[in-house]
């Protein structure tokens, strides 16, 4: 339903527009009066198609937009890489039974079903830390015993393919109402840390080639880490010109790679014997295998042996590919069209049973690869506060609108299926170890400085007199309830950190899992309403859970009337004066992997206050998330201008 439209983009017919709010007010209105116990089969999925299908034209025509070049070009190293490296960790830990091309292949499958069949075409979708360690525990456990692994592997994809479709058919992820900001956080937290340990792990490995080969690959990685971690900062500067620090920081991580690449051949460092990453042949396997598996080459008791292994994937991927859905729809990001959660689980059993077959891993959506990708696909605009005679000359860029469509996400799909061609396997074999672990660490860091864990511990450990008083932690009374939330988030993670470290790896989806009624039934006998309302806010926006029937404890039928009251513009605005607001939009300015902003505040803030209402939030609470998120806009006068 998109308000804001750019001059070049298309959108829907009113028709279909009104088509589509009568569909999803019916839609919603029938979720709120429905039992829990009765499941109608089918029924979110065809809602989510209903629902997305009237965009699916304007989904391939609002590419036309420049956004898309860099976040395509980013989202292919962002993906590629660090795949990469997790082949590289795989074809050591499973006797090569998985490398290079498997990995790609894994990938380029996510990337073409997502972005041509899924109702949210923005969630990458490829090889992840979580399964990384899934297949080589599964490895641990099967090959001592003899088993065909590949075999076995197949019969886990295939099974879990049922289950995913079982789950899709009975409207399971009706169940990510339940999820908030909590669970999210904490995977989001173990996901950086997996990156960070497979970065550390890469160096460890380094010693085997010598002392000078490993020294010089960790100073090759920090090095990485530095200049990456410079370039997302330029981009949020007042430094250069506009062009220089939108190039900078559109493009500074793939240069940091492709230059240390070289870096390492230049003086007395070319002497020096640096292991690089293992390829095969040309769209060939690792092992000599044929791509489609024999899975009949295996036992009827291994057969069997394979459910409760496909049950721990589907426990997995349910919660890791919706969440990544979740936070690449993040309440930060102002989207205009709807989500559709049933009928991605659907394809992502697809996918799941299709790499079972080919003997690749499965692939599933990326944290933070997927936000980051709705970030690089961000315009924004700088707003200058004159609210206050300090703060006069201060500006803040905010995110104007998303661009949403579904070129970027195949197009870096089918750049990855060009590398596993022969010349770009040659170049992929030149890349040294020690920069794969030093995109580890820029994925690791990215991925913590934006988690809100972190955030409430800067808080924590800031000085208390220097704390802004706009923060709404500061607003809470019980400053031990702060650090309570803050030690059960650091609990989970430790937990599921700690599982994944032992033989019972395999189980660790189960403590993920098991963090969604933690905060549901638990957290609200420990904290007061108005506390978790600062402390735990809703993942992603009320229009985005729609189709799951809003965020827990909301009123979705007020949802709905506030997304329709947002179709007419921000602030009542028509339509037409959106546009032309838009047009103002710096088209090149996007967010970046450091970026921030919220520029729909102001515009879900009667949403937001019938959301925590209904959650038992009074007004104190209320003026405490109004100081954060920007609602109440109407108390300070700003103006926007292009940079």
């Not at 609108?401 to 010349?423: D, I, Y």
């Not at 004066?577 to 103002?584: A, I, L, P």
Request: a neutral charge.
């Amino acid at each position: 339903m998109p308000l804001l439209r750019s001059k070049n983009a298309t959108s829907p017919t009113d028709s279909q527009d009104q088509l589509s709010r009568e569909q999803t007010r019916g839609t919603t209105s029938s979720a709120a009066n429905r039992k829990w116990w009765r499941v109608r089969l089918f029924r979110g999925m065809v809602n989510d198609i209903r629902r997305r299908a009237p965009y699916y034209w304007s989904d391939w025509i609002d590419a036309w937009d420049y956004r898309v070049v860099p976040a395509t070009v980013y989202m292919y190293f962002a993906n590629i890489l660090p795949a990469l490296a997790f082949s590289l960790d795989m074809f050591a830990k499973t006797r090569m039974s998985y490398g290079v091309n498997e990995v790609l292949l894994a990938s380029v499958l996510g990337a073409v079903v997502f972005a041509v069949f899924a109702a949210q075409p923005l969630v990458i979708v490829g090889v992840t830390g979580p399964i990384t360690v899934f297949n080589y525990t599964v490895f641990d456990i099967i090959t001592p015993r003899g088993t065909n692994y590949f075999a076995f592997m197949c019969w886990i994809g295939l099974w879990s393919l049922v289950m995913h479709w079982f789950l899709a058919i009975t409207n399971a992820c009706n169940g990510l109402t339940y999820v908030t900001r909590f669970p999210c956080d904490i995977f989001g937290f173990y996901v950086a840390f997996i990156y960070l340990q497979k970065g550390i792990q890469v160096l460890t490995r380094q010693w085997a080639y010598g002392d000078a080969s490993a020294y010089l690959s960790i100073m090759v990685s920090l090095l990485v880490l530095l200049v990456a971690y410079i370039c997302g900062i330029i981009g949020g500067s007042p430094l250069f010109q506009r062009h220089v620090r939108k190039f900078i920081e559109d493009y500074g991580t793939p240069l940091t790679v492709i230059f240390f690449t070289g870096f390492v051949h230049i003086g007395h460092m070319r002497s020096i014997d640096l292991s690089t990453l293992p390829t095969s042949r040309a769209f060939f396997p690792t092992m000599d295998r044929n791509w489609f598996i024999s899975f009949w080459d295996i036992s009827v008791g291994d057969v069997f042996l394979a459910i409760p292994f496909a049950i721990l994937l589907t426990i997995l991927f349910y919660f890791d590919h919706n969440v990544s859905s979740l936070i690449a729809q993040g309440t930060e990001f102002p989207l205009r069209k709807p989500a559709g959660f049933h009928w991605d689980l659907f394809l992502l059993g697809l996918t799941t049973g299709v790499a079972g077959l080919l003997g690749i891993p499965f692939p599933n959506g990326l944290i933070p690869q997927a936000p980051f990708h709705t970030n690089a696909l961000c315009a924004t605009r700088l707003v200058a506060d004159d609210s206050a005679e300090s703060n006069k000359g201060h500006t803040t860029r905010v995110v104007d609108h998303v661009v949403e469509q579904r070129v970027s996400n195949l197009a870096q799909g089918l750049l990855t299926l060009g590398t596993m061609s022969g010349p770009l396997l040659i170049v992929l074999h030149l890349i040294p170890q020690g920069v794969l672990a030093g995109l580890f660490f820029v994925m690791g860091v990215q991925a913590l400085q934006a988690n809100g864990i972190t955030l409430k511990l800067f808080f924590l450990l800031s000085d208390p007199s220097l704390r802004p008083r706009s923060n709404p932690l500061a607003r809470i009374e019980r400053q031990a309830a702060i650090w309570l939330f803050v030690a059960l988030e650091l609990l989970g993670f430790g937990a599921t950190f700690a599982i994944t470290q032992t033989i019972a790896a395999i189980g660790f989806p189960i403590i993920i899992l098991a963090l969604i009624p933690v905060r549901t039934f638990l957290l609200p006998r420990w904290f007061r309403p108005e506390e978790l309302a600062v402390l735990d806010a809703p993942t992603a926006s009320p229009f985005t859970m729609e189709s799951v029937g809003g965020n827990y404890g909301e009123d979705a039928g007020e949802a709905v009337a506030q997304r329709e009251r947002e179709m007419r513009g921000a602030n009542g605005e028509s339509v037409e004066e959106g546009e032309r607001r838009s047009d103002e939009a710096e088209r090149g300015e996007g967010l970046g992997p450091w970026g921030g902003g919220n520029a729909k505040a102001e515009r879900d803030g009667t949403t937001r206050r019938t959301s925590f209402r209904s959650s038992g939030v009074d007004d104190k609470g209320l003026e405490a998330i109004e100081l954060t998120s920007g609602i109440g806009g109407s108390r300070r006068r700003s103006r926007s201008r292009k940079e």
